[in-house]
């Protein structure tokens, strides 16, 4: 069965540094493999998906994240913190179509100036 | 405007009181989805549909129930809540179909507490 680990549930940077999030999965076969934000007291939004078409996938709001198969690892990069980008993080993998999304736990990013 | 609604947003209730919140969603998508998240757990999906009349469990379907009788609607029925129930409530929605995944939109949510 699939799964999804997000390592560090708790992530502190300063506005300018680099922002990583990690995330490994477990899955048998090629997934599809997702992130998702969560602004206080909203729902989720897709930040950026992988399905095969590249490893270096580009999301919204500068993030971006490599899909690595030989770590089966899926990291969440942004060159350059802002204020803005404090949320929580979650990292998600589906197999196929129609199946369920399954989630990390989620990582809190706390952005300080 | 392509969205997917929740309703109520809050509710608190106490135990034993049937209980139904709603989803709609209004981009004619096949798919809908209940998750629940909880601290320190990430989303858990509750029940699926993949299409109207077609309904099955996720991960934590215990004490839940859910109806798709028409497709923009998926409401999800607590017959009987708990305070185990108490938790943030997700609806979800997306096209489904063949071999590619496509981006499941979510609602604002609901805060649910069971007295």
């Known amino acids: 069965a699939q799964s999804v680990t997000q390592l560090g549930s708790h992530v502190s940077v300063s506005e300018g540094a680099l922002v990583l999030l990690r995330c490994n999965y477990s899955?048998?076969?090629?997934?599809?493999l997702f992130w998702y934000v969560q602004y206080p007291n909203q729902g989720l939004q897709l930040l950026l998906k992988?399905?095969?078409?590249?490893?270096l996938v580009k999301g919204i709001n500068g993030f971006e994240a490599e899909f690595k198969k030989s770590e089966t690892s899926f990291h969440l990069t942004k060159p350059s913190a802002h204020m803005s980008d404090a949320a929580e993080y979650f990292c998600a993998v589906s197999l196929q179509a129609g199946t369920a999304l399954i989630f990390g736990k989620g990582t809190t990013l706390s952005v300080s100036s | 405007e392509a969205q997917v609604t929740q309703n109520p947003r809050y509710l608190i209730t106490v135990t034993g009181k049937k209980l139904t919140v709603t989803c709609s969603q209004n981009m004619n998508h096949e798919y809908m989805s209940w998750y629940r998240q909880d601290p320190g757990l990430g989303l858990r999906q509750i029940y699926y549909?993949?299409?109207?009349?077609?309904?099955d469990k996720g991960d934590v379907p215990e004490g839940y129930k859910v109806s798709r009788k028409e497709k923009r609607n998926f409401p999800l029925i607590l017959e009987s809540p708990s305070p185990n129930q108490t938790s943030l409530y997700f609806c979800a929605s997306s096209l489904w179909g063949g071999s590619s995944y496509n981006e499941q939109f979510f609602g604002p949510g609901t805060r649910l507490t069971v007295l």
């Open positions: 899955s048998s076969v090629p997934p599809y």
């Open positions: 549909s993949m299409n109207v009349e077609v309904t």
């Open positions: 992988y399905t095969s078409a590249a490893t």
